[in-house]
């Protein structure tokens, strides 16, 4: 064994001497030290020795080792001192430019979107893609036999397990956890089995918002909508309310900005009418409130919900949903500086 060690000692520091690049180097280290390299082998048959053969080839096998490995750390210090030897480096030169990324322009919104609300002393929470029906649908007031459920045609894992189809579960999660007052945002990706048009698609991502405490009104909710539209779209945007119906809020209404492209005139942005369609919005429904353990006769708040993407076509005239989602560089660009 001491003479096979030897050997392999011999050889290891021989090719060591004759590697002329740090790849042959590496390639010397690896054949010796690597985990099928000689010495390492040698080193694992230590075992088999008898009790009075495995000192003296045990202390022969560490020296030899130690020996290459100092070896390998000398010849790469003369290889890195030749390399400098040669023709010095113009460092006026110019140097090869690497093409630089971008942020998605829906994460940009979203990110913008997030920051305005951060302003406002609101929180950003994420939470779950995959939900139970418990908190995408039965916590928000909607129970199996609610008629709302036929406008989620959702997309399910198994029984009781779904993609969920909005981040109001996040809201839900988060009023579970902790007392009023509650100030969030939850942005994130929803599912729901849309048919894919240009306004339209089976994966979207959605900006929910939420406020519990003593007192609040439809007026707060009026006046952060208002304020966040301004923020997002310019001081001049105005904001229409307007009835309309959600399970989870009670009164409820739809939320339209002004057009900010024509000033309410008439474009192809806001098909002629002046207004962009925005959010839903409404005061938390008093079953919501019970359902998280909150006293509804000494709480409220309110809740709204807008999509990232149709922020972003509205605020950069996109007249396509899918544009977001092919990937295609040429229309990416157009967002780097944006």
Not at 235 to 247: K, M
Not at 283 to 293: A, D, I, Y
């Amino acid at each position: 064994m001491i003479e096979e060690i030897e050997r392999a000692r011999q050889e290891g520091l021989a090719c060591i001497k004759s590697a002329d690049t740090i790849a042959a180097l590496e390639e010397a280290r690896l054949e010796f030290l690597g985990r099928k390299g000689a010495l390492t082998l040698l080193l694992r048959q230590l075992g088999r020795l008898s009790p009075e053969e495995r000192p003296a080839a045990g202390q022969a096998a560490n020296a030899a080792r130690d020996e290459i490995e100092a070896a390998i750390v000398r010849r790469k210090e003369e290889l890195a001192k030749a390399g400098t030897q040669g023709p010095p480096l113009d460092i006026t030169l110019p140097g090869t430019r690497l093409p630089l990324g971008s942020l998605h322009p829906l994460t940009k919104i979203i990110a913008q979107v997030c920051d305005i609300f951060l302003r406002m002393g609101y929180q950003v929470v994420t939470g779950p893609e995959i939900e139970t029906e418990y908190y995408n649908f039965i916590a928000l007031n909607i129970p199996p036999d609610h008629p709302a459920r036929d406008d989620h045609a959702s997309f399910y894992i198994h029984e009781g397990l779904l993609l969920r189809t909005e981040t109001s579960a996040v809201q839900v999660r988060v009023m579970e956890k902790q007392p009023p007052p509650v100030r969030m945002v939850s942005p994130g990706r929803v599912y729901r089995r849309d048919a894919v048009d240009a306004t339209h698609c089976h994966t979207f991502h959605q900006i929910e918002g939420l406020y519990v405490d003593r007192g609040v009104t439809f007026a707060h909710l009026k006046g952060t909508l208002e304020l966040f539209a301004r923020e997002m779209f310019g001081a001049n945007v105005n904001i229409r309310l307007r009835p309309d119906y959600f399970p989870f809020t009670e009164p409820s209404a739809e939320v339209a900005v002004s057009c900010f492209g024509c000033e309410q005139k008439g474009c192809r942005i806001c098909r002629h009418t002046g207004w962009l369609e925005l959010a839903g919005c409404g005061m938390v429904h008093p079953k919501v409130l019970e359902n998280v353990g909150y006293d509804p006769e000494e709480f409220t708040g309110f809740a709204f919900g807008m999509g990232a993407e149709r922020i972003a076509m509205h605020k950069f005239g996109i007249p396509d949903i899918r544009l977001f989602y092919e990937n295609d560089l040429r229309f990416l660009r157009q967002f780097a500086h944006v």
